[in-house]
């Protein structure tokens, strides 16, 4: 179209000088001439001018699209992001850091605020908050009794269908957030409690081997009191959960001198908390504890000692053992090697069975949902995947500096080379054993699971009662 303008207009301005050379003195031959010069500067001229239009034009699109792509940034920006709080019971920096970590780079990618709150009196204070109708919108869940007492009282909701399905945990797992035949809750750790943990270069030092059956154990003990070694570091205060570390002490023992189906009849009140049996349990970890020099608690008493505060003892020789869940690597000072062969490296074993049949007790968390809006299904859905997992495990054991992070997920479809090589044998205990049974207090109903045993166990650790006297209170709280 240009051209075509250009060349009309050169051409009529090269007739009206050849009519005006026509009418003049001037050769024919010099107007044509000049003609066609002048029709050469004027096309150059309409060039030059249509030219400079588009360019304009150009330029004038140019900034439109810049305006309305600016526009529609800001309009991006100024949406809001979905707002979800977690609260949970795992407070130490590396765990409370690693699950905010690994949440806040999610949410960043999914336009959502996540925080996460850790709670030494999360068991007592998300009670408060519910009863005050302002619970966050998810929350991790140490106890399936306790979660199962939430969802019969409709204070937490089922976990949307994604949610379910994303899901990344065998049955065996996912069971424990199952509510009479609704999933309310979705695995997102697993523990290896039936551990003990100890320095083998200082068991090589002193002659001790490691034992293989319990009566080895407290063969063991005996020989390091006799030597002026202290066999055990034990602390038991945590909060509001003050006695929770007695309590795994007995479910181990409930394992090991009674097994497998008295526990579980024990857990679903088949048989009465203050049976003979569970009673022996009780009293068999009180009179160890007991027993003069078997015991170091930093804090002055096992009751008054918080139970984060073994591992540095363990590492300078205050205690020869420590019997504690794979999550203890947490609280183990950093900078200790694990497993390597050095004299201060920390390693463990299995906790003696009695009957041979090797039980193995387990725990773990749940998160659970108090409302089913998009965002929090969202989140629910993530942490219950291997990648959560994976991206936990990789950001604690860098916040721990390397070595053992304290985490332990039984999740399927992760990269298990994020794991070191002594969390993959935790992780293969877990997936092997024969039988492995879930840690008993979190599995009954709160006021006695998160209640009693707890209270009347410290009770009687502190010698004001027996464990009769604990195990008949202990049933009678039971709803």
Same mark, same amino acid.
């Given at each position: 179209?240009?051209?075509?303008?250009?060349?009309?207009?050169?051409?009529?301005?090269? &007739?009206?000088?050849?009519?005006?050379?026509?009418?003049?003195?001037?050769?024919?031959?010099?107007?044509?001439?000049?003609?066609?010069?002048?029709?050469?500067?004027?096309?150059?001229?309409?060039?030059?001018?249509?030219?400079?239009?588009?360019?304009?034009?150009? /330029?004038?699109?140019?900034?439109?699209?810049?305006?309305?792509?600016?526009?529609?940034?800001?309009?991006?920006?100024?949406?809001?992001?979905?707002?979800?709080?977690?609260?949970?019971?795992?407070?130490?920096?590396?765990?409370?850091?690693?699950?905010?970590?690994?949440?806040?780079?999610?949410?960043?990618?999914?336009?959502?605020?996540?925080?996460?709150?850790?709670?030494?009196?999360?068991?007592?204070?998300?009670?408060?908050?519910?009863?005050?109708?302002?619970?966050?919108?998810?929350?991790?869940?140490?106890?399936?009794?306790?979660?199962?007492?939430?969802?019969?009282?409709?204070?937490?909701?089922? &976990?949307?269908?994604?949610?379910?399905?994303?899901?990344?945990?065998?049955?065996?797992?996912?069971?424990?957030?199952?509510?009479?035949?609704?999933?309310?809750?979705?695995?997102?750790?697993?523990?290896?409690?039936?551990?003990?943990?100890?320095?083998?270069?200082?068991?090589?030092?002193?002659?001790?081997?490691?034992?293989?059956?319990?009566?080895?154990?407290?063969?063991?003990?005996?020989?390091?009191?006799?030597?002026?070694?202290?066999? &055990?570091?034990?602390?038991?205060?945590?909060?509001?959960?003050?006695?929770?570390?007695?309590?795994?002490?007995?479910?181990?023992?409930? &394992?090991?001198?009674?097994?497998?189906?008295?526990?579980?009849?024990?857990?679903?009140?088949?048989?009465?908390?203050?049976?003979?049996?569970?009673?022996?349990?009780?009293?068999?970890?009180?009179?160890?504890?007991?027993?003069?020099?078997?015991?170091?608690?930093?804090?002055?008493?096992?009751?008054?000692?918080?139970?984060?505060?073994?591992?540095?003892?363990?590492?300078?020789?205050?205690?020869?053992?420590?019997?504690?869940?794979?999550?203890?690597?947490?609280?183990?000072?950093?900078?200790?090697?694990?497993?390597?062969?050095?004299?201060?490296?920390?390693?463990?074993?299995?906790?003696?069975?009695?009957?041979?049949?090797?039980p193995v007790l387990g725990a773990g968390t749940l998160v659970a949902a108090f409302d089913d809006n998009e965002a929090t299904m969202m989140v629910a859905e993530f942490m219950a995947g291997a990648e959560y997992a994976e991206g936990r495990q990789r950001a604690q054991t860098a916040l721990k500096g390397g070595g053992l992070s304290g985490f332990l997920s039984a999740a399927e479809g992760q990269d298990q080379s994020v794991y070191a090589p002594l969390e993959q044998s935790f992780l293969a205990i877990l997936q092997n054993a024969a039988i492995v049974r879930f840690d008993a207090s979190?599995? /009954?109903?709160?006021?006695?699971?998160?209640?009693?045993?707890?209270?009347?166990?410290?009770?009687?650790?502190?010698?004001?009662?027996?464990?009769?006297?604990?195990?008949?209170?202990?049933?009678?709280?039971?709803?």
């Amino acid at each position: 179209m240009k051209n075509m303008w250009m060349k009309m207009f050169a051409a009529l301005f090269a &007739l009206a000088l050849v009519a005006s050379a026509c009418g003049s003195d001037s050769p024919v031959g010099d107007a044509v001439d000049a003609a066609g010069d002048a029709a050469d500067d004027a096309a150059e001229t309409v060039e030059d001018v249509v030219d400079g239009d588009d360019e304009e034009e150009a /330029m004038e699109e140019e900034e439109a699209m810049e305006e309305e792509e600016a526009m529609e940034e800001e309009e991006a920006m100024e949406e809001e992001a979905a707002v979800v709080t977690i609260t949970g019971p795992e407070r130490d920096e590396s765990e409370a850091g690693a699950i905010q970590e690994v949440l806040s780079a999610f949410g960043e990618a999914n336009n959502i605020d996540i925080t996460y709150t850790g709670d030494a009196d999360w068991e007592a204070n998300i009670d408060i908050q519910v009863e005050g109708n302002n619970p966050p919108n998810l929350s991790i869940f140490p106890q399936p009794g306790k979660l199962a007492d939430f969802a019969r009282e409709g204070s937490v909701v089922p &976990l949307a269908d994604n949610v379910v399905d994303g899901m990344a945990w065998s049955e065996a797992w996912t069971v424990f957030g199952n509510v009479d035949g609704t999933q309310f809750g979705a695995p997102v750790k697993a523990d290896l409690k039936s551990l003990v943990w100890y320095k083998p270069a200082a068991f090589e030092e002193k002659g001790y081997a490691v034992p293989g059956t319990f009566d080895d154990f407290l063969a063991l003990t005996g020989e390091m009191i006799a030597n002026g070694d202290t066999p &055990l570091c034990v602390g038991i205060e945590s909060g509001q959960a003050t006695g929770w570390t007695y309590t795994d002490w007995v479910e181990d023992m409930v &394992l090991r001198q009674h097994g497998a189906d008295v526990y579980d009849a024990w857990v679903a009140h088949d048989i009465p908390f203050n049976d003979p049996q569970i009673v022996e349990s009780m009293q068999t970890v009180l009179d160890l504890w007991a027993t003069d020099g078997m015991t170091f608690s930093s804090g002055g008493s096992i009751a008054a000692t918080a139970f984060q505060d073994n591992g540095q003892p363990l590492v300078d020789g205050d205690c020869m053992m420590h019997r504690q869940a794979s999550f203890y690597s947490a609280f183990i000072p950093e900078g200790t090697a694990f497993a390597d062969g050095t004299p201060d490296a920390v390693d463990v074993f299995y906790f003696p069975d009695i009957k041979g049949d090797a039980p193995v007790l387990g725990a773990g968390t749940l998160v659970a949902a108090f409302d089913d809006n998009e965002a929090t299904m969202m989140v629910a859905e993530f942490m219950a995947g291997a990648e959560y997992a994976e991206g936990r495990q990789r950001a604690q054991t860098a916040l721990k500096g390397g070595g053992l992070s304290g985490f332990l997920s039984a999740a399927e479809g992760q990269d298990q080379s994020v794991y070191a090589p002594l969390e993959q044998s935790f992780l293969a205990i877990l997936q092997n054993a024969a039988i492995v049974r879930f840690d008993a207090s979190d599995l /009954m109903p709160a006021a006695v699971g998160a209640g009693t045993f707890w209270s009347e166990g410290t009770s009687a650790v502190n010698g004001d009662q027996d464990a009769a006297a604990a195990a008949e209170k202990i049933e009678a709280s039971w709803p």
